[in-house]
């Protein structure tokens, strides 16, 4: 049991240290929105801005709770008396989290786009700069970066999981 217990702490670290960087790069998007929204001159792209702030600086905020959390899961198994059902389910706990974390993410920068690119339009009557910067650029990071990552975090999740239930039924 210790063994597995080591191990899921040791998994939870790395995802905290993830999670720190997650972090650490929204809070720098952040404050970079926060400039733009504070130099901008056009009215028409304040509300896009606002809610790729919020998304952002929310982002930020969900996964330093995820982390305290995670440290606190950690301190209660390193405590003892913790169960092998318990030490699975938070595998499948850390899974539910990626994927809400994920889809809100994804729908707050894609409505934020969506705003910013129809505000650039707006101001310029550009319809490819406003086609581009409210469809193509949420559609390519989704479909071409955070899909890819997701599928990837989750396979490693089941890898792990089923790894650990061979090692806590020997």
């Known amino acids: 049991m210790a063994a597995a217990v080591e191990r899921v702490c040791s998994l939870s ?7 720190a960087k ?11 929105l926060a400039a733009l929204l504070w130099r901008t001159t056009w009215p028409s792209l304040r509300p896009g801005l606002i809610i790729l702030l919020i998304g952002y600086f929310g982002t930020a905020m969900l996964f330093l709770y995820r982390n305290a959390k995670l440290a606190a899961e950690d301190r209660k198994m390193q405590a003892g008396s913790v169960e092998s059902e318990e030490i699975l389910n938070w595998f499948d706990r850390q899974q539910r ?6 889809r809100a993410e994804t729908a707050l920068r894609t409505a934020g786009f969506l705003v910013l690119g129809y505000g650039f339009w707006l101001a310029t009557r550009s319809d490819v700069i406003a086609l581009l910067l409210g469809i193509g650029y949420p559609a390519l ?8 990552n997701n599928r990837r975090a989750a396979q490693t999740l089941r890898t792990e999981k089923e790894a650990l239930t061979k090692l806590l039924h020997q």
């Open 22 to 32: 997650r972090v650490r790069f929204s809070l720098i998007v952040a404050l970079l």
């Open 141 to 148: 990071t989704y479909f071409g970066m955070e899909r890819r």
């Open 97 to 102: 989290f990626a994927a809400w974390s994920t």
């Open 13 to 19: 670290g790395a995802v905290r240290t993830h999670n």
